[in-house]
């Protein structure tokens, strides 16, 4: 039985309402799984965005026949598949470890980091794996996002009029935004994970509540707005 502060989304209500704070070891890798493989999802929904912000902008006469329906199909089959296979492995290579460093975790959902905490097995293959995916995601997707900004405000720059760039720009600005609530958390995180070994518990508590529940939150307030 592993403990947590709080749980992920359904299990928040049960902790809540009935201080329920167990989480069984099968339903931590379960949670796990699912946790990172949206968190993927999101970050390569994100890239996907950033691209149509950059046709729209820098080829709108083809907009329409740049992105079809047929491409923003296999763009999201794409990313799904991606997500899902990067992290199959992760609860298989966790299940294999043993585990005698206490069972309460750091952050209020299970994580593959904070599982890696209280392992006490040889924890190389999941540190390099877990360092390959996060590179293969974040740090890729990360990657084309700002080199389609960069080629956006290049463009954008060579606009004429002062009225059509701020016109040009005003239609990124909701995908500016939905891209700093979603990277800021997970940055702010993984510094407190990798620094913060002096850091009270409850600001890893915050801190993890904030990655997960803050950008879900912000993103319809953003584009509600900007409607």
């Known amino acids: 039985i592993w403990e947590c502060p709080s749980l992920h989304c359904p299990r928040v209500l049960a902790t ?4 329920y704070r167990h989480i069984g070891f099968n339903a931590c890798l379960v949670q796990m799984f699912f946790i990172h493989t949206f968190s993927f999802m999101e970050s390569g929904i994100l890239l996907a965005m950033s691209f149509d912000r950059f046709v729209a902008i820098c ?22 598949a991606k997500s899902f296979t990067t992290l199959f492995p992760f609860p298989f ?34 540190n ?7 590179i293969f995601t974040y740090g890729i997707d990360s ?12 463009a954008v720059l060579a606009i004429a009029s002062q009225e059509q760039r701020l016109k040009a720009l005003n239609t990124c600005m909701s995908h500016i935004f939905a891209v700093l609530a979603f990277y800021v958390p997970i940055i702010a995180v993984s510094m407190i994970h990798r620094f913060g070994k002096n850091v009270p518990p409850v600001v890893h508590v915050m801190m993890s509540n904030v990655y997960l529940f803050v950008p879900p939150m912000l993103n319809p307030i953003v584009y509600g707005m900007k409607t």
């Not at 299940?95 to 952050?107: E, S, T, Y």
Request: hydrophobic content about 50%; some cysteine; glycine content about 6%.
């Open 128 to 134: 390099i794996y877990g360092l390959f995916v996060v």
């Open 93 to 126: 290579l966790v299940k294999r470890l043993p585990f005698c460093k206490g069972n309460v975790l750091h952050h209020s959902y299970c994580l593959h980091p904070d599982l890696m905490k209280v392992a006490c097995g040889d924890i190389h293959v999941n």
């Open 16 to 19: 809540f309402c009935f201080s």
């Open 59 to 80: 080829d709108p006469l083809r907009y329409a026949t740049v992105l079809t329906n047929s491409r923003i199909l296999t763009m999201g089959l794409g990313i799904l």
């Open 143 to 154: 990657t084309f996002i700002l080199l389609s900004y960069a080629l956006i405000l290049r």
